[in-house]
Structures are given as C-alpha cells and as structure tokens.
C-alpha cells in the first residue's frame, strides 16, 4: 500500500486541516480584538486629550499633560507631524513610533502626539504568542491525528492480517463497535467459503477415489479384449473403451490435482513445449481421416513449475476440441514466450459461449455445442481448463480468428509460489 493511500495518514491531514482553520479563525478574532483595544486604548485616549486642550488651548491657558502626551497646534506643529490625514496615525520619526491624533480647529489645525505608547510592542507580543500558539496547536493536532489514526488503523490491520494468514478464528469479534461487527461479518464470511472449498474438495477427492478403481478395471478389461485372438471382431469396441477409460482415468487425476492445495515452489519446472509437442504428435490420429492438418510451431522454451498432468489436461483439451470441430484447414498449436496459443479454422464459439467466456464463467458440464456451430467444447474440457489455469496462476483467453475460427492462448505467469488458498491442507 502506498503511503499516501494509508488511512492513518488521512486521519492526521484530516487533525492538521482542522488545526489550520480552528487556529486561522482564532487568529483572526485576535486581530480583530486587538484593533478594537488599540482605538479604546489609543485612539479614544487621543481623542479625549483633543477634546480637553483644544478649547484650553484658544482660552489662552497652560495645556499641561501627563508624560510622553504632547498637544501642538498652528506653527508650533513640528514639521514631521504637518499634513497628516485627520485622524490617529502612527509615525515614525528618527526611529520612534509615535501615535499622532489630527485634527482642526478654530484657531487652526492641531496634533496630539503619543511619545511613550508601548502599545505597538505590546501588539508585537501578542501577534508572535499567537504565532508560537499556532504553530504549538499544529504539531498537537498532528499528534493527535496520529494517536487516534494508530488506534483505528492498527486493529484493522491486526484483522487484515489475520484473514490475510487464514486464521481460524479472527480477532475483535468480542468488541461491540463497528469494528466488531466488521469482524464478526468477516469470520462468518471466512467460515462459510472455508466450509464450502471443504466441501468441494472432499466431494472431488472422495468421487475421484471412488472413479479410480473401476476405471482401472475397465482399463484392464478392455486390454485383455484387445490382445485375445479370439475377440478380433470386438478389437474395434475394445479401443474405444480402453481410450474413454484412460480419458476418464487423466481427468480423474487432473481433479485430484485439483482437489490439493497448490504447493507449486516446490515442483520441479516442466517443459511446457514439450508437452504441447508430444500431445499434438498423441492427437494426430484424430484429423488423419479429415482434411485437417494439426501441427505444432514454435521454438519458444516454456518452463513453468507445476505437475505435468495438469498442463498435458489443459494443452491436450484444448487440441482435442479444436481437432474435434475443424471439419477442414489447419489446427495450430503456437509456442510463444510464455504463452501456448490453440488456434482452428472451424467454425468458432457460439455467441452465447463466448458471452459466458467473456464474463468469466465456464460452461456448465455436459453443454457442448454441436459440430456444426463450435470449434471447442464449453463442457468439462473447457472448464477444467480454467481451473487449472487458476490453479496455476495463468490466464485463459479466447479471441475469434477474423477469417473464422477460435484462438485460445494460455498465458503462464512467473511463478514462485503457489497462490493461497482458504482451507488448505
């Protein structure tokens, strides 16, 4: 997960922007205090002097003021302090703040100049203690945020981490907030594709166990007709028994490959050309009566690790459906880099099969298109060839040939481990 996708890093934005806008908002009620205390401090103080020197001032008597207070008026204005605008200001002369009150009267325009105000370090004070407040209030809220942002983040990933390991039984499903009811909603979910990939894996192993000794009966039987002299006239029925059976005994095997759990680091690598050679040389006997040439292109070197029973049943499927249904052309098997590519002039898929491809989902088993409408099987040669390239970590894909036909391409990932599965043995 990238870390601008981590949720405790959102909640500690979320703690700072809030910061931001609380402590902008008290900056700006501060401000708008500090002005409104400089004009009752300052200004009204001024203004008061004015109003109590002026007329003092005409009457010709001593206008005496408390320190720092000076009050002139007409030529006795200093020259630094003429022409200001009527009201308070705030002058620097020689490098002294002053606070100036102008204004005018009858016998002229005056001053009333502040030589000893503190008033503006004072609001210097006060703008930098806001300043260290703001920047205090920030980190708080960053650690805030990142306190309540571990309080969250850490039990999710605490239950992240066990679903994520297959555990038995998860963890908070005893708290009664929303992160108990998650739990809870999780484990019951975890238990129930748990209890039905069991099922499923008991139901495929115990049939296929089940399968295994009848079809090796059958197998021996049907051997036992084919080298009797005396049943020559059944050697025909015989074949077709013994090669059903041995079918059927293969795709047994592939569904008990199935039925286990992948363990596919610790295989050897396989040739998966060479398998795609030797079953388009055991499939050759299939087009021999038809004007179908099958052959096998490509020098690509594919190696994967995986049981070589499950790429023979996905390869040799896929041959055999397209052999089946190319009534005429060619049958193509094509070694790519990391890929093995089916691809037949027959007819190709029926709309309906390529939608279920499309969406993903396998024909149900027996569905077969006839003949004369499909180059493939959608039954339980196709499926099983998905689930073996689930199995493995591959991808199926399908593609209609522009000039007719289907085009199947199995496309092998680099595999180091096995995928995790739930319920594994």
């Known amino acids: 997960m990238r870390a601008a996708d981590s949720l405790s890093r959102r909640i500690i934005a979320v703690f700072v922007l809030f910061g931001v806008v609380l402590s902008l908002l008290c900056a700006g009620l501060a401000a708008l205090a500090i002005e409104g205390i400089e004009v ?3 200004d009204n103080r001024l203004a008061d002097v004015a109003q109590w020197a002026v007329p003092r001032h005409a009457a010709g008597l001593e206008v005496d003021l408390p320190a720092g207070l000076r009050f002139h008026q007409g030529d006795a204005i200093p020259p630094a302090l003429r022409h200001l605008p009527t009201g308070v200001s705030s002058v620097d002369v020689d490098g002294t703040g002053l606070q100036v009150l102008s204004g005018s009267a009858e016998r002229g325009p005056y001053v009333v100049v ?23 209030f920030l980190l708080l809220a960053a650690s805030l945020g990142g306190f309540v942002g571990r309080r969250i983040v850490a039990p999710i990933q605490q239950l992240a981490d066990a679903v994520g390991q297959g555990s038995a039984s998860l963890p908070l499903t005893g708290r009664k907030d929303e992160l108990g009811i998650l739990a809870r909603a999780l484990d019951a979910h975890t238990s129930e594709l748990r209890a ?12 296929s166990h089940e399968l295994r000794t009848p079809l090796t009966v ?7 007709m084919l080298h009797d002299p005396a049943m020559a006239a059944s050697r025909a029925p015989a074949e077709r028994i013994y090669r059903a059976a041995r079918e059927a005994t293969e795709c047994v095997n592939v569904l008990l490959l199935l039925a286990r759990a992948p363990e596919l680091a610790r295989l050897a690598p396989v040739s998966v050309g060479d398998i795609a050679r030797r079953e388009t ?12 040439v099958l052959r096998c292109a490509g020098d690509a070197a594919i190696e994967v690790r995986a049981p070589a029973e499950l790429c023979i049943s996905a390869i040799g499927n896929l041959v055999r459906n397209a052999c089946q249904y190319t009534e005429r052309g060619a049958v ?3 070694l790519e880099p990391g890929k093995v590519v089916v691809d037949d002039t027959g007819p190709g898929l029926p709309a309906a099969v390529r939608a279920t491809l499309d969406a993903g989902e396998p024909g149900e088993p027996g569905e077969r298109g006839a003949p004369s409408s499909g180059s493939a099987g959608t039954g339980l040669g196709l499926s ?10 591959a991808t199926l894909e399908y593609e209609q040939r522009s000039g007719g036909g289907s085009r199947f391409t199995i496309t092998f990932a680099t595999q180091d481990a096995g995928p995790a599965r739930l319920g594994q043995s």
């Open 40 to 42: 009752h401090l300052v």
């Open 114 to 136: 502040d030589y000893e105000s503190d008033y503006e370090k004072v609001e210097l004070v006060v703008y930098s203690m806001f300043g260290a407040l703001f920047l205090g």
């Open 196 to 207: 039905f990939l069991d099922r499923e894996r008991f139901f495929t192993g115990d049939v």
């Open 218 to 224: 059958i197998m021996g039987a049907a051997e036992v």
């Open 281 to 292: 040389e055991r499939l050759q006997p299939m087009v021999a009566d038809k004007p179908v």
């Open 332 to 334: 193509t098997v094509w």
């Open 384 to 393: 099983l060839v998905r689930r073996i390239c689930e199995y493995l970590g």
